[in-house]
């Protein structure tokens, strides 16, 4: 169980690092024009197809790069949340009950997963479902 002290330091850190998502998400938003634009073109018609190709790639780059940050902030706002409706129940892993830990809470403020579950899901099989958890000890295999 995280101290009052020890949530306050989660807290600062994922206000610290909500605020780091929303500058880059806001970075992203002042790069993105239209092709064109970003080329300096009147229209889209080159001289060659690939600065057509190599802008739609930046241009998807950005997008890319904008929604894992866009995760990321959902993440950041939920973990936020959790810590200020529950504050006794933010920190236990939401598979297993566990405390997730102080130094993974550091690490990783917006985790719901204590670090055991967290391999296991990351050891799923390559479709990417997980493991089934052991029930009673015994491996459900």
Do not use: W
């Not at 101290?3 to 306050?8: F, I, L, S, V």
């Not at 500058?23 to 024009?33: K, L, R, S, V």
Request: charge should be negative.
């Amino acid at each position: 169980m995280l101290t009052d002290g020890e949530r306050e330091q989660i807290e600062k850190l994922l206000r610290r690092e909500r605020a780091q998502v929303l500058d880059a998400i806001g970075h992203f938003e002042d790069t993105d024009q239209d092709l064109a634009e970003r080329a300096g073109e009147i229209s889209l018609y080159r001289t060659h197809p690939a600065d057509i190709g190599s802008e739609a790639q930046e241009k998807e780059k950005d997008f890319l790069l904008a929604s894992i940050e866009g995760r990321r902030l959902y993440q950041i706002d939920d973990a936020l949340r959790r810590l200020i409706d529950d504050p006794e129940g933010f920190g236990k892993c939401e598979r297993c009950g566990r405390d997730i830990g102080f130094a993974r809470l550091e690490v990783i403020p917006e985790t719901t997963l204590c670090a055991e579950d967290a391999q296991l899901l990351e050891s799923a099989d390559p479709e990417g479902a997980p493991r089934p958890r052991e029930a009673d000890g015994n491996a459900m295999e």
